[in-house]
């Protein structure tokens, strides 16, 4: 094979790998007499390996990362970027790869490495007439349960021609059997493989109906908030209507009124004494209180010789703590807002007195 001088950067430090990836230049292969799985003895010289590593492209060919040599390639657990070739030894630098995969080869699980090639003449190879990388496996436990495995299938029969090597040492006698899984040890994968994707798929599921769950909720507690606020708001109005109606608050004090009972709608109750008894009632409620109990500004009545009747709504005699609890025992009767009740009550107070 001729050879070409290829100038190569040295690999990076694999201190700086953590326990999910895999450091750069880890080495696959070397110059040497080697004697591939079938039995065949191979020659490789320095300027073979530099050919190797000049020739690889993972745009026209990605060299997958496996368990033993599977024959169609899959499953991958991570992926050649790049080859080197430095001083007769043939190395790589990972990348994508899976994190429960590298922590497996970082826990010694994987020691040995086996690289397998295309020949310069097999069919499927994508630079004939040179070695190309297909895959690097790696040996010595089975393959870890890593839910979304990448898989890489090709059309044509990829395994044709190929030709692997166990290990990276010289001594062809030092060469182990290179460790490939059986079809019923790739179907139990592939079969588990499915079960945690269900799995995954079912979590998710939840996790959704949840979610929408969750929001709908949401929108529904919004939307009671924004019905109670309105018909809060409706109250007031009818209530500030009743008392223009009634003398005590001028028409142009009408909207005033509301914002101001609005404004006060969601301050905390307060308690005041009176004589012996204490009341607890909101700023909203006494401002109510205070304006009902009031002495109309306007009289609507005719004028004459006579005296003039007691004006309407008129709580003569009636304190303001007997006012609100007369209000809230109208209210709970009636089924009737606050500002109703306390309208009511007073002009029951006036017609009474």
């Not at 993972?58 to 390639?73: C, F, I, Q, S, W």
């Not at 992926?79 to 990348?95: D, E, F, R, T, Y």
């Not at 599921?205 to 929001?215: G, M, Q, V």
């Not at 209507?241 to 003398?247: C, I, M, P, Y």
């Amino acid at each position: 094979m001729p050879s070409k001088k290829t100038t190569t950067a040295p690999a990076k430090s694999a201190t700086s790998a953590t326990s999910a990836a895999l450091p750069d230049g880890i080495q696959i292969f070397r110059a040497g007499r080697h004697i591939d799985d079938s039995g065949t003895p191979h020659n490789f010289t320095e300027a073979d390996l530099a050919d190797m590593a000049s020739s690889y492209n993972p745009a026209l060919r990605e060299a997958p990362l496996t368990v033993g040599h599977p024959k169609d390639n899959l499953p991958a657990y991570g992926w050649v970027k790049s080859v080197q070739n430095i001083a007769g030894v043939l190395s790589i630098n990972p990348h994508q790869v899976e994190p429960q995969f590298a922590e497996m080869v970082h826990a010694g699980r994987f020691k040995k490495r086996s690289a397998s090639f295309y020949p310069p003449g097999a069919p499927n190879n994508p630079t004939p007439g040179k070695w190309y990388l297909r895959h690097v496996a790696f040996l010595g436990a089975q393959p870890p349960a890593v839910a979304g495995l990448k898989d890489i299938q090709f059309s044509e029969d990829d395994a044709g021609g190929a030709v692997s090597f166990s290990e990276i040492a010289t001594a062809p006698s030092t060469q182990p059997k290179a460790l490939s899984m059986t079809e019923a040890e790739i179907q139990a994968l592939q079969a588990q493989l499915e079960e945690e994707k269900k799995a995954r798929a079912d979590a998710d599921a939840k996790a959704k109906a949840a979610e929408d769950a969750a929001a709908a909720a949401k929108a529904e507690a919004a939307s009671f908030a924004e019905k109670a606020k309105a018909d809060r708001t409706a109250g007031f109005v009818s209530f500030a209507e009743t008392q223009v109606k009634a003398g005590r608050l001028l028409p142009k004090d009408k909207d005033m009124a509301v914002a101001t009972m609005e404004a006060l709608a969601d301050a905390q109750p307060v308690e005041f004494s009176e004589g012996s008894t204490t009341t607890k009632v909101t700023p909203a409620a006494w401002l109510q209180n205070l304006i009902a109990t009031s002495k109309p500004q306007v009289s609507f009545g005719e004028f004459g010789g006579a005296a003039a009747a007691p004006a309407e709504g008129a709580a003569a005699g009636k304190s303001d703590a007997e006012i609100d609890v007369a209000a809230k025992a109208y209210a709970r009767e009636k089924g009737v807002n606050y500002a109703e009740a306390l309208s009511a009550v007073t002009a029951s107070f006036s017609t009474t007195a």
